[in-house]
Each structure stands twice: as C-alpha cells, then as structure tokens.
T-cell receptor, first 116, second 118 residues
Framework: GAVVSQHPSRVICKSGTSVKIECRSLDFQATTMFWYRQFPKQSLMLMATSNEGSKATYEQGVEKDKFLINHASLTLSTLTVTSAHPEDSSFYIC????????????FGQGTRLTVV | AQKVTQAQTEISVVEKEDVTLDCVYETRDTTYYLFWYKQPPSGELVFLIR??????QNEISGRYSWNFQKSTSSFNFTITASQVVDSAVYFC???????????????FGTGTQLKVEL
C-alpha cells in the first residue's frame, strides 16, 4: 500500500500557542487529503477535505479559523491548530487519496496533541 | 446520510477462540465502499480490507474473513483462532462516491475493542 507520513506523532503545547501538523504522501500524488479527529475511546470524525491548490471544505461544526488547512502541493497538506486550548487535545489523523487510486484511503500514523 | 453501527463496544475472548465483529451500515448510494481498519494502542489505522458494493463475494485472508450481506446491510468480520496480537480497536467504515479529485470521505463506526487473553 501507499505510504502516508504524518508528523509529529506527539506534541505537547501550551494554551494559546499554535501547532502545525504535516501530512505527506510519499509515493503518490495526493489530490485529496482528509483530516480526522478522534477523542479518547471514540470514533474518528471527519473535520475537513482538502484538495491541492484550493480551499479546504470543512464539516459542519468545525471552526475554519481554529483549524487552518493548507494543501499547497500534491504531496503535502498541513493542519494548524491556532490558539490551542485544552479542549483541542485529541488524536488527529490524515488520509490521502489520488486520482489513480481514488477508491483507496491511506492513513498517516496520527498525531496526539496535548494542550496544557 | 451515511451511518455505520458497530453495536459491540467491547469483546473479550480467550486465545484461539473465533470472534465475529458486527457492522451494519446505512446509505442511499447505489455505489459505495466498505472498509475495516485495525487500530492498535499506538493509534495508527491499519487497513484490512476494502469492498465495493457490487462485490458480494466473501473474502478470506489468512485468519481473517469478511461476510458482506447486502440484503441486511451488514459487513461482518471474523477472526479465526484469535491471538493476543489481535487485541485492538476495530473500525468499520463506509464511503460513497469518489470525489472529483479522488478520495473517499469515510464515515466510521464507533469501533469495537477486542481483547484477546491467554
């Protein structure tokens, strides 16, 4: 299967600071990337869909200004949690898909964010 | 709207027992995809299988098997002769049509925590 690399795997930050999470597709062109969020012992919830070169589409209830998504190239999408608060602590995971492997969803390793 | 139900929150079995994880889905799409993922404590999602709605053949891969029943909207997963290493959370997921740029928006079930004990 394709490789999607997510970095960092763990991050601890102070309240009020911003954190950037990177999602890279290593061996295919990811025209579409998805960002999910998972609270402890809960399911994964889609936050937003990003297409290369265009604005992300956010799911209902997700704050665009809080969770900034950039998909500037076919191999990289970033999620920035701005002015983080303890309630933003969660597991964030990305998935990537491309036109040549459109039906598949390859996931990164996930990022565990703790805001103190 | 799409929905995936995994009614079993937690299952505990003794090693070597067979175990079936249930998954029931709802969708109005005529073409859709069903997935199973394994999530060990480390958190990453390990892809297990993808099945499209037109392929109702059951599949076996080693100790894993999947039973897709379109008539009951179910896509159950069986582990034969379970092992301690199978302990993890298992998610069933559903996606609809492929987006223009490629890719699936997955709707996940709530997951089933499987504990396999010696």
């Amino acid at each position: 299967g394709a490789v999607v690399s997510q970095h960092p795997s763990r991050v601890i930050c102070k309240s009020g600071t911003s954190v950037k999470i990177e999602c890279r597709s290593l061996d295919f062109q990811a025209t579409t990337m998805f960002w999910y969020r998972q609270f402890p012992k809960q399911s994964l919830m889609l936050m937003a869909t990003s297409n290369e070169g265009s604005k992300a589409t956010y799911e209902q209830g997700v704050e665009k200004d809080k969770f900034l998504i950039n998909h500037a190239s076919l191999t990289l999408s970033t999620l920035t949690v701005t002015s983080a608060h303890p309630e933003d602590s969660s597991f964030y995971i990305c998935s990537a898909s491309g036109t040549t492997r459109a039906a598949e969803a390859f996931f990164g390793q996930g990022t565990r964010l703790t805001v103190v | 709207a799409q929905k995936v139900t995994q009614a079993q929150t937690e299952i505990s079995v003794v090693e070597k027992e067979d175990v079936t994880l249930d998954c029931v889905y709802e969708t109005r799409d005529t073409t859709y995809y069903l997935f199973w993922y394994k999530q060990p404590p480390s958190g990453e999602l390990v892809f297990l299988i993808r099945r499209n709605s037109f392929d109702e053949q059951n599949e076996i891969s080693g100790r894993y098997s999947w039973n897709f029943q379109k008539s009951t909207s179910s896509f159950n997963f069986t582990i034969t002769a379970s092992q301690v290493v199978d302990s993890a959370v298992y998610f069933c997921a559903l996606s609809g049509i492929i987006l223009t740029g490629g890719g699936n928006k997955l709707t996940f079930g709530t997951g089933t925590q499987l504990k396999v004990e010696l």
